[in-house]
């Protein structure tokens, strides 16, 4: 009776999950179909044609004719790369301190830290619109990454992943002669690989798809990342959705392509293989 309750349990979990998976993946799976029809067909149709009739691949080419999307790309990967550097640079500094070294006041640093995670964006937007000005930032590669060079989230899961490294390879390395920034760089960040990767993908995809603060920041098109890039397709086109589609898919392409190259390296380390018992 026990074995087949949990067979029973077993697949509920599988079919709930593959209840939301279908349903995350049908929005994706009606863009690609979108963007793949040809102007003879009613995309509004009832019922919904997923597969097209007369697949076509023009509406791609019209929209990479008509806009500079080589330079929307180009920009948006400077932005993205950029921004994970900074990020994983400046947060794996911030974290290290608050996980491993012991100096008075750490955890209300942490905790202050942490708690900026609850404002808004919008809270801060306008002060920092005004800092980018005052700098000259506008217009700008640097004017777009500033603002997220470093993240509450970032330093605390970073600080996580630092406290479940073991310490005897912290004192092994100091009796070695380490320096503080020495363990820092050659004991602990190659033991947290795992979070640095999970950090890298949420900046990564927060940076591609991020559409506010680059509209605020920029007004010359040359500097324009992807999600601007394809808003301006629908004043273009007079929300034509095919070339609209088409935009987006070019859009998120490199996010999906990014994730699959890097979900392989998101498995947990055996930081502990190095500490004999």
């Given at each position: 009776m026990k074995q087949r309750f949990e067979i029973?349990?077993?697949?509920?979990?599988?079919?709930?999950?593959?209840?939301?998976?279908?349903?995350?993946?049908?929005?994706?799976?009606?863009?690609?179909?979108?963007?793949l029809k040809s102007p003879t067909e009613d995309i509004f149709q009832f019922p919904p044609r997923l597969i097209?009739?007369?697949?076509?691949?023009?509406?791609?080419?019209?929209?990479?004719?008509?806009?500079?999307?080589?330079?929307?790309?180009?920009?948006?990967?400077?932005v993205s790369v950029l921004t994970v550097a900074l990020n994983l640079l400046f947060c794996s500094l911030a974290a290290y301190p608050l996980a491993r070294l012991q100096f008075r006041g750490r955890e209300t640093i942490f905790t202050a830290i942490v708690a900026?995670?609850?404002?808004?964006?919008?809270?801060?937007m306008i002060p920092l619109y005004v800092l980018a000005v005052q700098l000259g930032l506008r217009n700008s590669?640097?004017?777009?990454?500033?603002?997220?060079?470093?993240?509450?989230?970032?330093?605390?899961?970073?600080?996580?992943?630092?406290?479940?490294?073991?310490?005897e390879l912290e004192e092994a390395a100091r009796i070695d002669g380490c320096t503080?920034?020495?363990?820092?760089?050659?004991?602990?960040?190659?033991?947290?690989?795992?979070?640095?990767?999970t950090l890298a993908i949420f900046v990564f995809i927060g940076s591609w798809s991020d559409f506010l603060w680059p509209l605020i920041v920029l007004d010359r098109p040359e500097y324009y990342t992807l999600p601007l890039g394809v808003a301006s397709l629908a004043g273009t086109f007079s929300?034509?959705?095919?070339?609209?589609?088409?935009?987006?898919?070019?859009?998120?392409?490199?996010?999906?392509?990014?994730?699959?190259?890097m979900q392989r390296y998101?498995?947990?380390?055996?930081?502990?293989?190095?500490?004999?018992?």
């Open positions: 029973w349990k077993t697949l509920g979990i599988y079919a709930l999950l593959g209840t939301i998976a279908i349903a995350m993946l049908i929005p994706l799976v009606w863009l690609v179909s979108t963007s097209p009739s007369q697949p076509t691949l023009q509406n791609f080419v019209t929209v990479w004719k008509s806009h500079p999307f080589g330079r929307y790309i180009t920009n948006s990967v400077i900026t995670i609850m404002i808004p964006f919008q809270i801060v590669y640097l004017g777009i990454i500033f603002p997220a060079i470093a993240s509450a989230f970032g330093i605390f899961l970073l600080r996580q992943a630092f406290q479940g490294v073991p310490k503080e920034l020495g363990i820092w760089w050659y004991v602990m960040l190659p033991s947290i690989r795992p979070a640095l990767v929300l034509d959705w095919r070339l609209i589609a088409a935009g987006s898919v070019i859009s998120i392409a490199p996010i999906i392509l990014f994730f699959l190259l998101i498995v947990p380390t055996e930081a502990a293989s190095g500490v004999k018992g």
